[in-house]
């Protein structure tokens, strides 16, 4: 996919990793761009940075009310033309485990799963009518591996990956494309505010290598896109993760329990 003269959809677009997309969207020529955000002033702003480059409109939208997922489409369409790209992007990080509160694994799989949902449920009939398009749906690294010491990020990102390959394999006929993004650590108010570097779960982010800026993560994308690859993997040693967990789980695990053991034990005596 080239995005020149497309339209596209960031959501999460205020910050991080959707911002850096709007930017790199915006100066790769698409010819128009919705910055969505749950954050109005935020997604005002970014609209406002890119709108030299290209016809920009921000869209406050929270994005686990399928409605307002629904509308965003809609005005989409009728202010910019159909949608080429659609990328869900907005995500949110949770530490701790099976002890986290219904209330809480509610609010993050809402977020991190249904909002993929409710976008590909206004699209899906709409691309495939109009013969193709494309979603791009930001999962995680954790939703390859797993990440320690934060269950519902970990569950909720191996369903974000689950539901991104059925859209491909179920949609593909139709001309829908489908990537998922799946990064390790990078450098996004949703590590330095959702995961404490100070406790496991942030310690385990960190521990996976360097990290990335969210300009270097746009730049993966682009680059995917290009190709029509599936996953989008700024951090290539992830592929050989998810290898070397497939050859040996066993092993994998021991290698996880060991690390857990031992950024666990850090954050109490730390």
């Not at 959707?18 to 698409?30: D, H, S």
């Not at 691309?127 to 990020?153: E, K, V």
């Not at 992830?238 to 690390?259: F, I, N, Q, S």
Request: charged share 20%.
């Amino acid at each position: 996919m080239q995005l020149h003269g497309k339209v596209a959809v960031v959501t999460g677009g205020a910050s991080g990793i959707g911002k850096a997309l709007c930017e790199r969207f915006a100066a790769e020529g698409v010819a128009g761009l919705a910055v969505a955000d749950i954050d109005r002033g935020g997604c005002e702003a970014v609209a406002a940075r890119v709108a030299p480059a290209t016809r920009a409109l921000a869209v406050p939208t929270d994005v686990t009310d399928e409605r307002q997922v629904l509308a965003l489409v809609d005005r989409v369409e009728a202010e910019l033309g159909p949608v080429d790209l659609f990328c869900s992007n907005a995500g949110i990080a949770v530490a701790g485990g099976v002890e986290v509160a219904d209330a809480t694994w509610e609010r993050i799989w809402a977020v991190n799963v249904m909002a993929h949902v409710y976008a590909a449920r206004a699209l899906v009939p709409r691309m495939a009518a109009r013969g193709g398009g494309y979603l791009l749906q930001t999962a995680s690294a954790a939703g390859l591996l797993t990440n320690l010491g934060a269950a519902p990020y970990a569950v909720t990102k191996h369903a974000a990956v689950a539901l991104a390959e059925w859209l491909s394999i179920t949609h593909a006929e139709q001309g829908i494309k489908v990537s998922c993004l799946c990064p390790q650590g990078v450098r996004t108010p949703l590590l330095l505010g959702g995961l404490d570097a100070a406790e496991p779960a942030g310690s385990a982010v960190l521990a996976g290598g360097a990290m990335k800026e969210p300009e270097e993560v746009a730049q993966a994308v682009v680059e995917a896109l290009a190709e029509e690859r599936f996953f989008v993997l700024p951090h290539p040693e992830v592929a050989d993760y998810v290898r070397h967990k497939a050859e040996d789980p066993e092993r994998w695990l021991a290698g996880m329990r060991r690390l857990w053991r031992r950024l666990s034990g850090d954050a109490l005596t730390g």
